[in-house]
């Protein structure tokens, strides 16, 4: 006996090891049944809900040199296109403006300015998604042929005090709000400093220039 009980219990661990073994492998098997399983209705082009959980971009060429603008840019990055490919004119005076702001507190921060065509296309393409279709997109994002900012006529400026600020202020600076219904969108109208700054639309849509 004092031989046979050390073997009788020596023996129970390998058994619960094995049992646990076989289990893990019923696991991994039932996993790759389901990963491998596809939807006889579906096809090999359908979104797969993984990049969006990942946060993957979904156009993976599109960042710095299209346009895309990091958190906190000013208007004097001179290393970011989507600041350095502003008209030179437009540049001009919203650093004349920004260096003015800074002297009430205010700073200016870039959320988009120049953008390359690709870029313009997929910020349409996602407004079409959001709004549902395009007429509705169009009040808020225009097409690569009209957009100002593809030409890198447009700025859009936060955050709200600085737009405030310089919706109050601009025209002397020549820097105009042009739609209602975006009042971080600033052009440059040389005019303004002398006339005031035109009425604005109340959307892209009311914009002669977007029905090219």
């Not at 023996?11 to 399983?37: E, Q, S």
């Not at 800074?102 to 870039?110: I, M, N, P, R, T």
């Not at 349409?124 to 957009?147: F, H, I, M, N, Q």
């Not at 109208?189 to 604005?200: L, S």
């Amino acid at each position: 006996m004092t031989y046979s009980q050390p073997v009788r219990t020596a023996a129970r661990p390998i058994r619960i090891r094995k049992r646990r073994v076989v289990g893990l492998l019923v696991v991994l098997a039932a996993i790759v049944v389901a990963l491998g399983h596809r939807d006889p209705g579906s096809s090999s082009s359908a979104t797969s809900p993984l990049p969006a959980l990942l946060g993957e971009p979904r156009r993976a060429a599109l960042g710095l040199t299209d346009g895309a603008i990091p958190d906190g840019t000013s208007v004097f990055d001179d290393d970011v296109p989507g600041v350095a490919k502003l008209d030179p004119a437009l540049l001009s005076a919203l650093r004349q403006a920004a260096a003015d702001a800074a002297a009430d507190g205010v700073s200016f921060v870039v959320d988009s300015g120049w953008r390359s065509a690709d870029y313009q296309q997929h910020l349409l393409d996602e407004a079409v998604s959001k709004y549902g279709s395009a007429a509705e997109a169009a009040r808020w994002v225009a097409t690569p042929d009209t957009s100002e900012h593809v030409s890198g006529n447009a700025v859009d400026l936060g955050p709200s005090a600085a737009a405030a600020w310089l919706s109050e202020r601009g025209a002397q600076y020549g820097l105009c709000r042009i739609y209602g219904n975006e009042p971080w969108h600033f052009e440059l109208r040389p005019q303004a400093a002398g006339n005031g700054c035109p009425p604005t639309y109340a959307d892209p849509t009311h914009d002669p220039r977007m029905q090219k």
